[in-house]
């Protein structure tokens, strides 16, 4: 049951990471799964933004370093387009 719950949970924040563009910085404008490693990895040493951004940004750096960036990006164009 508690692992139901918890997928379901994390279903739920990969489908809103999906539609979510970055709002500031270099990448401004680019949908977050759009963003390279190499500037994920640049926050995970700087330090992820405070708040749901922070939380989006570890979690799309925890997918793509497990190899999922390209589930991400079909998911993408599933969902938006």
Request: proline fraction near 4%.
């Amino acid at each position: 049951m508690i692992k139901d719950v918890l997928m379901e949970q994390l279903a739920h924040q990969i489908q809103t990471l999906i539609g979510q563009r970055m709002p500031f910085g270099k990448y401004q404008g680019r949908w977050l799964i759009d963003l390279p490693v190499a500037y994920l990895q640049w926050f995970e040493r700087k330090g992820f933004p405070a708040g749901t951004l922070g939380e989006q940004l570890q979690l799309l750096y925890q997918l793509k370093m497990d190899g999922n960036g390209d589930v991400l990006r079909d998911l993408h164009r599933r969902m938006i387009g």
